[in-house]
Structures are given as structure tokens and as C-alpha cells.
T-cell receptor
Framework: QKEVEQNSGPLSVPEGAIASLNCTYSDRGSQSFFWYRQYSGKSPELIMFIYSNGDKEDGRFTAQLNKASQYVSLLIRDSQPSDSATYLC???????????FGSGTRLLVRP | AAGVIQSPRHLIKEKRETATLKCYPIPRHDTVYWYQQGPGQDPQFLISFYEKMQSDKGSIPDRFSAQQFSDYHSELNMSSLELGDSALYFCASSRDSDTQYFGPGTRLTVL
């Protein structure tokens, strides 16, 4: 079992809809969580990070963290075809520098 | 804004050859990370350096070594290359152990 689990998808949503991406983690020592977007053959691009329980909003993106349930999510409002990519969830413990990635969820936004 | 610079962007080597990948972090970033991403895989942490000292170590083969220099750039040296080393190699940088920003990557092909 991977430390960070994601549904591989693809998750298909129509343009303008809300895309909901989910991630669970197994190590309760994980303190920080990151969402990266990766286009095929390109590098991961930071979308959002979250450290505290609750919601964090940045433009069309909202990250949600529930440490009791060990659950992280990313909502993308008003999805655009350009949002079509693989979304990687990553965790990090305070005692470590490394990011532990999930396998990623492929998002497809249909025009 | 300045980003992480990696060179070369593409590299083709024969089995048993050596390769050196270079990474130039974002200005004023003092921490550098190396990740390996195989085809269809998520990024796997190899090694990191903070203020020129190794700060964390992941699944880096003994055939690989890395260091961070006084100007904070880093080099990943890979010897006795194997077919399975073919992958995208990403460098990321951060200020202290804060949010990591990824470079464009080096695509290594071992023939």
C-alpha cells in the first residue's frame, strides 16, 4: 500500500463544472500537503499547499484537509480544458525534507 | 520570476556509461532535492541538500552520488548506467524546508 493514495482516474468533467480530486494518506506523522499539476512530459507545478485542518482557497482552487480522517482534497471550480492534466497529491513530515507522492489522478475537462 | 534551471534537458547514454545532471536553484533558495520519475510513475525522492550538507536520503542507488556546491547548485552523478535508469530526473528547490518548486527536468535515455 502506498503512503499516499489517489484514484488514477481519468476523472472526466464538462467545462465549467467543479472537479473534485481526493487523496488519502496513511502516516499520521504527515504534517504538510501539496497539490501539484503535471502535464505529460513536463515538471510538477505547484497548485496549492495546506498545513491546517479546514479549507484553503486560492482563486478557482480550494484545498481541504481533514487530519482525523487522513484525507486531502482539491476542488477546481469552473474547470477549463487547460486544467486537463495529472494532479499529484504529496505529503511531507516535519522531520523530513522529502515529498511523498501519490500516483496522481488524471483529470479530463471536456469542452 | 526566476525558476529552477536544469541541464542538460535531454541526455542519451549507453549502458555502463556515466552521466552528470546539473541543477541551479531559484535565487536565495538553499535547499535542493532530486527526484526520479519513471514512465507512468510518480516522482520518487532520491536525495536532498540543505546548506551544502545532505539533509535527507531516499531510494538513491549506490551507483548515484550527489552534492551541493558553495553557490548552491547541485550535481547528480550517475555511474554504471542501466536501462532501468531511463527516466525524467527533476530537481526542486526551496528556501529552508519550505515549499518545493520543480525544475523542467532532464530526460535520461539509456540505450
Amino acid at each position: 500500500q502506498k503512503e499516499v493514495e489517489q484514484n488514477s482516474g481519468p476523472l472526466s468533467v464538462p467545462e465549467g463544472a467543479i472537479a473534485s480530486l481526493n487523496c488519502t494518506y496513511s502516516d499520521r506523522g504527515s504534517q504538510s500537503f501539496f497539490w501539484y499539476r503535471q502535464y505529460s512530459g513536463k515538471s510538477p507545478e505547484l497548485i496549492m499547499f495546506i498545513y491546517s485542518n479546514g479549507d484553503k482557497e486560492d482563486g478557482r482552487f480550494t484545498a481541504q484537509l481533514n487530519k482525523a480522517s487522513q484525507y486531502v482534497s482539491l476542488l477546481i471550480r469552473d474547470s477549463q480544458p487547460s486544467d486537463s492534466a495529472t494532479y499529484l497529491c504529496a505529503s511531507r513530515m516535519d522531520s523530513s525534507y522529502k515529498l511523498i507522492f501519490g500516483s496522481g489522478t488524471r483529470l479530463l475537462v471536456r469542452p | 520570476a526566476a525558476g529552477v534551471i536544469q541541464s542538460p534537458r535531454h541526455l542519451i547514454k549507453e549502458k555502463r556509461e556515466t552521466a552528470t545532471l546539473k541543477c541551479y536553484p531559484i535565487p536565495r533558495h538553499d535547499t535542493v532535492y532530486w527526484y526520479q520519475q519513471g514512465p507512468g510513475q510518480d516522482p520518487q525522492f532520491l536525495i536532498s541538500f540543505y546548506e551544502k550538507m545532505q539533509s535527507d536520503k531516499g531510494s538513491i542507488p549506490d551507483r548515484f552520488s550527489a552534492q551541493q556546491f558553495s553557490d548552491y547548485h547541485s550535481e547528480l552523478n550517475m555511474s554504471s548506467l542501466e536501462l532501468g535508469d531511463s527516466a525524467l530526473y527533476f530537481c526542486a528547490s526551496s528556501r529552508d524546508s519550505d515549499t518545493q518548486y520543480f525544475g523542467p527536468g532532464t530526460r535520461l535515455t539509456v540505450l
